[in-house]
C-alpha cells in the first residue's frame, strides 16, 4: 500500500458529506477527488478535483474509479457493478461492493440481522402496495406497521408510516419491507469506525429527535440521555454489527430502545452520517477524519466525548423554494459555543438540508436550551 500522503483517494457523491469529508483531508494535504454530476454542489466549493458524472452509472464511477488507489462513498446508491469490476482490478474500495449490495436492499439488510442473530425489529417482505393491502384484509399483518422502499430510499423518503386504516392511501408503490411499529422510549445512534485489520473503536451513543413532517433528525443529544449500561450496550451492538458485516471505514448504526430496554437494530450506513456530525465539536476525532484514517490504513482516533452538545439540521422551511436565505445566522453565530455549517446548496425547499448547528456547552442541558433558541431564531427561506 502506498503511504497515505501519496494515496489518490476517490469520494462518489458530492454532497455535504463529501464536502466534510474533503474539509478533513485538507488538514493532511490528503489527495482527494469527487465524482458527482454538477461542480457546483457542496464538495466542488472545497475539492478543486471534481469530476462531473453520475456515482449511478457504472461507466462514470469505473473510469472515474480506475485512476484512484482508495475509493469511498458518501452515499451508499452507487454503482455496485463497477465497483466489482475496480476491486478485481486491484482498487481498494471501501465499504466492499459485497457490504454495498446488502445494505442498498432494506429487505436484504433484515435478512442479514435476522441470520446473524442481530437484534431487529419483526418484519416481512412485499411485492407491492396491492399485496400489503390483501395482508391486512387477510389480517396476516396487523396495525401500526411502517412500510419502507426496500432500495433508494434517502433522507426520509420511501417511508410510510401506517397507523390506521386512514393511512392505507399513503402506501408506496414498490418492493417494500413491513417492520412492525415497536413501542420504544427513544431513538439512538452509534457511528463505528472499522480498519483494515478488522479494529474497531465506536463514537459515544446519541438520541435522535426527529421532525415529524419530514421524517429527518431534528435535533440530536450526545451523551444520550440513557444509562452508562444501555451506552455501553448501544456501542457494544454496533460493533458488532460492523464486525459482522466486515466492513471498512464508518458504520452508523440506527437502534431503537424499546419500552421493555431492549435494543433493536434499525438500518445502517456505511458511510459519514448525520448521526455524527456533532463529533467535528464535540469529540477528539471527527467521523470524517475517522473514515479517512479507516479507509487508509491509519491509526484509528479518538472517539473521546470532549464536551456535551446538541445538533440541529437546518431545513429548507416550509412554503419557501428558492434562492436560499439563512435568516438570523449571523445573530446565532455571535454567540458562545454555537458552530453554524451551511452547506452551499443555492435553492432551498421545503425539509432540503441546508446546513447544521452544534450547540456546545459546560452541560447537555445547556446545550438543548441554546439549541432551541437557535432552532426558532435561525430559518433558511427564499
Known amino acids: 500500500m502506498k503511504q497515505f500522503i501519496n494515496q489518490k483517494i476517490g469520494i462518489l457523491g458530492g454532497g455535504q458529506l463529501g464536502k466534510m469529508l474533503c474539509q478533513a483531508g485538507s488538514r493532511w494535504g490528503l489527495d482527494l477527488s469527487i465524482l458527482d454530476e454538477r461542480s457546483d454542489f457542496p464538495a466542488g466549493q472545497v475539492c478543486p478535483q471534481f469530476a462531473v458524472g453520475s456515482f449511478r452509472k457504472e461507466d462514470d464511477v469505473y473510469q472515474f474509479g480506475r485512476l484512484m488507489d482508495v475509493l469511498t462513498i458518501e452515499i451508499e446508491h452507487v454503482s455496485v457493478p463497477a465497483l466489482d469490476r475496480l476491486v478485481q482490478e486491484g482498487v481498494a474500495v471501501y465499504p466492499s461492493p459485497s457490504v454495498l449490495r446488502i445494505i442498498q436492499d432494506k429487505g ?27 395482508a391486512v384484509e387477510s389480517g396476516t399483518l396487523l396495525f401500526p406497521f411502517v412500510q419502507k422502499i426496500r432500495e433508494a430510499g434517502y433522507d426520509g423518503r420511501g417511508v410510510a408510516i401506517i397507523r ?39 463514537f459515544p451513543t446519541v438520541e435522535m429527535e426527529f421532525h415529524q413532517e419530514a421524517n429527518l433528525v431534528e435535533f440530536l443529544s450526545c451523551p444520550a440521555d440513557i444509562t452508562a449500561d444501555q451506552s455501553a450496550a448501544a456501542e457494544a451492538l454496533a460493533i458488532e454489527v460492523a464486525q459482522a458485516f466486515g466492513t471498512v471505514g464508518l458504520l452508523a448504526v440506527e437502534l431503537f430502545l424499546t419500552t421493555e430496554g431492549q435494543l433493536l437494530v434499525n438500518e445502517v450506513a456505511p458511510r459519514p ?11 477528539e476525532t471527527s467521523q470524517y477524519e475517522q473514515h479517512l484514517r479507516a479507509i487508509t490504513g491509519l491509526p484509528l482516533g479518538d472517539t473521546h466525548l470532549v464536551r456535551p452538545g446538541v445538533m440541529l439540521n437546518l431545513l429548507g422551511e416550509e412554503g419557501f423554494t428558492g434562492p436560499a436565505v439563512y435568516r438570523g445566522w449571523d445573530e446565532c453565530i455571535a454567540w458562545p459555543g454555537v458552530h453554524v455549517h451551511l452547506y452551499g446548496k443555492a435553492e432551498t425547499r421545503p425539509y432540503r438540508k441546508m446546513g447544521h448547528v452544534t450547540v456546545v456547552a459546560d452541560t447537555l442541558e445547556e446545550a438543548r436550551d441554546r439549541a432551541r433558541i437557535v432552532r426558532d431564531q435561525l430559518k433558511v427561506i427564499a
Not at 436484504?108 to 390483501?134: E, G, N, W
Not at 448521526?275 to 467535528?280: E, F, V
Open 164 to 202: 390506521t386504516s386512514d393511512d392505507l392511501p399513503k402506501l408506496l408503490e414498490g418492493p417494500s419491507l413491513i417492520e412492525d411499529m415497536v413501542p420504544m422510549t427513544k431513538e439512538l445512534a452509534v457511528v463505528v469506525a472499522r480498519d483494515v485489520h478488522g479494529q474497531c473503536k465506536a
Open 108 to 134: 436484504l439488510q433484515k435478512i442479514f440481522y435476522r441470520d446473524h442473530h442481530i437484534p431487529t425489529s419483526p418484519f416481512q417482505l412485499m411485492d407491492d402496495a396491492t399485496s400489503i393491502r390483501k
Open 273 to 283: 452520517h448525520n448521526s455524527g456530525h456533532h463529533t467535528i465539536e464535540c469529540c
